[in-house]
């Protein structure tokens, strides 16, 4: 110790004295310059985002090769990141942005989410509950109310009502899956406590149902939420009802398994599937559900952001009787990933499966029951805040403005569905419903109709290769169909045009 005394500059040498030295990586000078850099490297983007090409040209492992393998020891300037950015990652991307993406469904965006999602990473909360940070959490839970309202949505899915802190409400997750796997689990515990179970010695009997065009992962957070595969019933779909679900067929298949001492547990319906945007009957479905208590979900998560216009809403005709909805605003309503909001009639069905309330997590406005802890809605603990950004899109621009954002991505998706009608040499399989279109070449002459399946192929492929545009696939009916999806935030008729006219001059090419 006395040599320390003596020589105290000896134990520090190692730490500079010059302050400017110090690594400081939140200097308010370098945040500035950064961010100014990144915001001229977005507006560049959007500006240059249609010359090019929409499918990256690159092969698995292209990015270590032109990047260092190894992370840098000492660091660089701020442009040479930028620089590389450039250079390697932005001709490795797929771009989503582009107005000549028409594959899957689009993933939208603007400059007041943009904006919000920046500010929110910058304040960099973890909202886990009310008191870690009370904007945050009143924040999303106002976003989600305003929300509601654009969706007229019963007042039971509401946090807040004109009378007070309603029993339904809201949490904004990552994704459709999460929605899923959440109520799933709750879903499951209630029918377990219903059948009178031992813990879970009863899940083997629990049985969830859905229609085959259900999205996949409604398939996966059933297995996740510990549901024994075998109990998973994907009931098929057919034309006759627009590939939609059969509440007969509903009826049939739940009450078999109730006589054969099973338990009916959860219901999916979908409003606005991926394959061909087909549409489950929800007030039907909710009512064959209610015979077996079973919990009903209506995933939204595309359509529900239509349903904001008047002309939409009887798609959710019946949703006053469901237990929960999502719907994900970074699909189709101008809020950039990740946003998909969930609503439930009742939320403490969903916080009595998902609570957890250690010792460092109390606190005075959690016990006084005033305040809803998002952490008790969703599977894990931390939280981004989220809020921010689907606020900022609805106040920056209003439900007359998102209104027309909808409208337009439909007129466009009809006149897009009319040319392919007039032309003879396609077919729209299934009718249009929102702004996507399923065609294909049809099976004419002497084709037959795996001829037909074998040239979509070939002609979805050489469309991709341009670069001109993008167009994914589906399987209808056991026929490949070829999906048109518009909604690209910067997509204008005439990109619609001209993708046509490539998919014309691109057929006549395979098939002549």
């Not at 629990?206 to 999205?215: E, G, K, P, S």
């Not at 909001?341 to 005075?364: G, I, Q």
């Amino acid at each position: 110790m006395g040599s320390l005394d003596a020589n105290p500059m000896t134990t520090f040498s190692a730490f500079p004295d010059d302050k400017a030295a110090a690594f400081e990586p939140l200097n308010p000078e370098d945040v500035r310059a950064y961010l100014h850099k990144a915001v001229d490297f977005i507006s560049d983007y959007y500006t240059n985002v249609e010359s090019m090409p929409v499918l990256p040209n690159v092969k698995p492992g292209y990015l270590q090769d032109e990047l260092s393998a190894s992370p840098p020891t000492h660091s660089a300037p701020f442009d040479v990141t930028m620089k590389e950015l450039r250079t390697s990652v932005v001709p490795g991307m797929t771009h989503w942005a582009s107005p000549n993406f028409f594959a899957f469904f689009p993933s939208t965006n603007s400059a007041a989410a943009i904006a919000g999602d920046l500010i929110a990473s910058a304040m960099n909360t973890v909202g886990f509950t009310w008191q870690a940070s009370p904007a945050a959490t009143e924040m999303e839970v106002l976003a989600l109310d305003w929300l509601a309202q654009l969706l007229r949505l019963p007042t039971t899915f509401m946090n807040r009502t004109s009378t007070g802190r309603g029993t339904g409400g809201g949490v904004i997750l990552g994704t459709t899956s999460e929605a899923m796997l959440v109520t799933l689990v709750a879903a499951r515990d209630a029918a377990l406590r219903r059948s009178g179970s031992v813990g879970v010695a009863d899940l083997p009997r629990l049985t969830v149902y859905a229609a085959d065009q259900t999205h996949s992962t409604f398939f996966k957070a059933c297995r996740l939420a510990g549901f024994d595969p075998a109990n998973i019933r994907s009931i098929p779909t057919g034309p006759a009802t627009d590939y939609g679900l059969d509440p007969a067929k509903l009826l049939e298949i739940m009450q078999a398994d109730a006589d054969a001492g099973l338990v009916p547990t959860y219901v999916c319906a979908t409003v606005g599937t991926t394959s061909s945007n087909a549409v489950d009957p929800v007030g039907a479905v909710a009512g064959v559900a209610a015979m077996f208590n079973a919990w009903v979900h209506v995933d939204a998560a595309y359509a529900g952001s239509a349903c904001i216009c008047p002309e939409f809403r009887h798609h959710l005709d019946g949703v006053e009787r469901v237990d929960s909805i999502s719907l994900s605003p970074h699909k189709w309503l101008l809020t950039c990933l990740d946003c998909t909001c969930l609503y439930v009639r009742d939320a403490h069905r969903l916080s009595d499966s998902l609570e957890t309330n250690p010792e460092y997590l109390k606190n005075d406005a959690t016990e006084s029951g005033e305040v809803t802890d998002l952490k008790d809605m969703q599977v894990g603990v931390g939280r981004r805040f989220r809020g921010l950004k689907l606020w900022m899109v609805m106040r920056t621009y209003g439900t007359a403005k998102l209104q027309e954002h909808i409208r337009s991505d439909v007129a466009m998706a009809m006149m897009f569905e009319d040319l392919v009608r007039a032309d003879e040499r396609f077919e729209v399989v299934v009718p249009r419903n929102f702004a996507l279109v399923c065609f294909r070449i049809k099976a004419t002459g002497s084709m037959t109709e795996e001829d037909a399946d074998e040239a979509n192929r070939v002609l979805m492929e050489n469309l991709n290769k341009t670069g001109k545009a993008y167009l994914a696939h589906t399987v209808v009916g056991d026929r490949f169909v070829l999906r048109f999806a518009v909604g690209s935030s910067l997509q204008e008729e005439r990109h619609v045009r001209s993708a046509w006219d490539l998919i014309k001059k691109t057929t006549s090419s395979i098939m002549d």
